[in-house]
Protein backbone atom coordinates (compact mmCIF):
# COMPACT_ATOMS: atom_id res chain seq x y z
CA UNK A 1 0.00 0.00 0.00
CA UNK A 2 1.58 3.53 -1.03
CA UNK A 3 0.74 6.54 0.98
CA UNK A 4 0.99 9.86 -0.37
CA UNK A 5 1.49 13.10 0.85
CA UNK A 6 1.65 16.60 -0.70
CA UNK A 7 3.08 19.53 0.16
CA UNK A 8 4.10 22.94 -1.36
CA UNK A 9 0.68 24.83 -1.63
CA UNK A 10 0.52 28.40 -0.97
CA UNK A 11 -0.50 31.82 -2.00
CA UNK A 12 1.19 33.61 -4.97
CA UNK A 13 0.78 36.50 -7.00
CA UNK A 14 -0.96 36.04 -10.35
CA UNK A 15 2.60 34.98 -13.33
CA UNK A 16 3.98 33.65 -9.84
CA UNK A 17 5.42 29.79 -9.25
CA UNK A 18 4.62 27.68 -7.09
CA UNK A 19 6.52 23.82 -6.73
CA UNK A 20 4.38 20.75 -5.72
CA UNK A 21 5.45 17.93 -4.26
CA UNK A 22 3.81 14.19 -3.88
CA UNK A 23 6.30 12.13 -1.37
CA UNK A 24 5.40 8.40 -1.13
CA UNK A 25 5.85 5.77 1.87
CA UNK A 26 5.10 2.38 2.07
CA UNK A 27 7.01 1.61 -1.29
CA UNK A 28 8.55 3.56 -4.09
CA UNK A 29 6.84 4.90 -7.06
CA UNK A 30 8.48 2.01 -8.86
CA UNK A 31 6.42 0.52 -11.61
CA UNK A 32 3.54 3.01 -10.87
CA UNK A 33 1.70 6.03 -12.95
CA UNK A 34 1.26 9.18 -10.74
CA UNK A 35 -0.88 12.14 -11.59
CA UNK A 36 -2.09 15.59 -10.01
CA UNK A 37 -5.71 16.51 -10.31
CA UNK A 38 -7.55 19.44 -9.16
CA UNK A 39 -11.01 20.07 -7.56
CA UNK A 40 -12.78 23.60 -6.76
CA UNK A 41 -15.40 23.48 -4.28
CA UNK A 42 -18.67 22.34 -6.29
CA UNK A 43 -17.41 21.61 -9.70
CA UNK A 44 -15.57 18.44 -11.25
CA UNK A 45 -12.45 17.24 -9.98
CA UNK A 46 -9.86 18.20 -12.88
CA UNK A 47 -6.97 16.09 -14.39
CA UNK A 48 -3.36 18.36 -14.56
CA UNK A 49 -0.73 15.83 -15.73
CA UNK A 50 0.78 12.49 -15.06
CA UNK A 51 3.98 10.58 -15.05
CA UNK A 52 4.68 7.04 -16.33
CA UNK A 53 7.64 6.65 -13.66
CA UNK A 54 8.93 3.25 -15.21
CA UNK A 55 9.48 5.24 -18.81
CA UNK A 56 8.98 9.53 -17.84
CA UNK A 57 6.37 9.95 -20.00
CA UNK A 58 4.14 12.67 -19.38
CA UNK A 59 0.53 13.94 -19.66
CA UNK A 60 -0.65 17.47 -19.15
CA UNK A 61 -4.25 18.82 -19.52
CA UNK A 62 -4.49 21.74 -22.35
CA UNK A 63 -5.03 24.19 -20.05
CA UNK A 64 -1.83 23.97 -18.35
CA UNK A 65 0.52 22.63 -21.25
CA UNK A 66 3.68 25.45 -21.43
CA UNK A 67 3.37 26.49 -17.80
CA UNK A 68 3.15 23.20 -15.54
CA UNK A 69 5.74 20.56 -15.39
CA UNK A 70 5.83 16.96 -13.60
CA UNK A 71 8.69 15.21 -13.15
CA UNK A 72 9.88 12.60 -10.73
CA UNK A 73 13.18 12.07 -8.52
CA UNK A 74 14.18 8.17 -7.84
CA UNK A 75 16.40 8.92 -5.01
CA UNK A 76 13.62 10.90 -3.40
CA UNK A 77 10.54 8.88 -4.62
CA UNK A 78 8.94 11.99 -4.73
CA UNK A 79 7.11 13.48 -7.55
CA UNK A 80 6.66 17.30 -8.09
CA UNK A 81 4.51 20.01 -10.03
CA UNK A 82 6.04 22.71 -10.86
CA UNK A 83 4.05 25.62 -11.67
CA UNK A 84 4.54 28.48 -13.16
CA UNK A 85 2.67 31.62 -15.21
CA UNK A 86 0.37 30.97 -12.59
CA UNK A 87 -3.63 32.50 -12.89
CA UNK A 88 -6.35 32.80 -10.60
CA UNK A 89 -8.06 29.85 -12.53
CA UNK A 90 -5.29 27.63 -11.33
CA UNK A 91 -6.70 28.25 -7.73
CA UNK A 92 -8.01 24.91 -6.42
CA UNK A 93 -6.96 22.04 -4.01
CA UNK A 94 -4.43 19.93 -5.57
CA UNK A 95 -4.12 16.36 -5.03
CA UNK A 96 -1.78 13.44 -5.76
CA UNK A 97 -2.97 10.47 -7.11
CA UNK A 98 -1.29 6.86 -8.13
CA UNK A 99 -1.74 3.69 -9.43
CA UNK A 100 0.18 0.75 -10.53
CA UNK A 101 1.26 0.14 -13.74
CA UNK A 102 2.46 2.29 -16.88
CA UNK A 103 -0.79 4.10 -18.35
CA UNK A 104 -1.26 7.71 -18.25
CA UNK A 105 -5.33 7.88 -17.33
CA UNK A 106 -6.93 11.52 -17.04
CA UNK A 107 -9.70 9.67 -15.05
CA UNK A 108 -9.35 10.20 -11.58
CA UNK A 109 -11.29 7.42 -10.86
CA UNK A 110 -8.52 5.21 -12.47
CA UNK A 111 -6.24 6.22 -9.53
CA UNK A 112 -6.57 4.06 -5.95
CA UNK A 113 -4.29 6.23 -4.02
CA UNK A 114 -4.29 9.51 -3.04
CA UNK A 115 -2.91 12.31 -0.64
CA UNK A 116 -4.69 14.79 1.21
CA UNK A 117 -4.37 17.59 -0.92
CA UNK A 118 -2.49 21.10 -0.81
CA UNK A 119 -4.29 24.81 -1.45
CA UNK A 120 -3.23 26.46 -4.05
CA UNK A 121 -3.97 30.16 -4.30
CA UNK A 122 -3.33 32.29 -7.62
CA UNK A 123 -4.44 36.18 -6.51
CA UNK A 124 -5.13 38.35 -9.35
Known amino acids: QVQLVESGGGLVQAGGSLRLSCAASGRTFSGYAVGWFRQVPGKEREFVAA????????SYADSVKGRFTISGVNAKNTVYLQMNSLKPEDTAVYYC?????????????????WGQGTQVTVSS
Open 51 to 58: INWTGGIT
Open 97 to 113: AARPGNILYTQGGRYPH
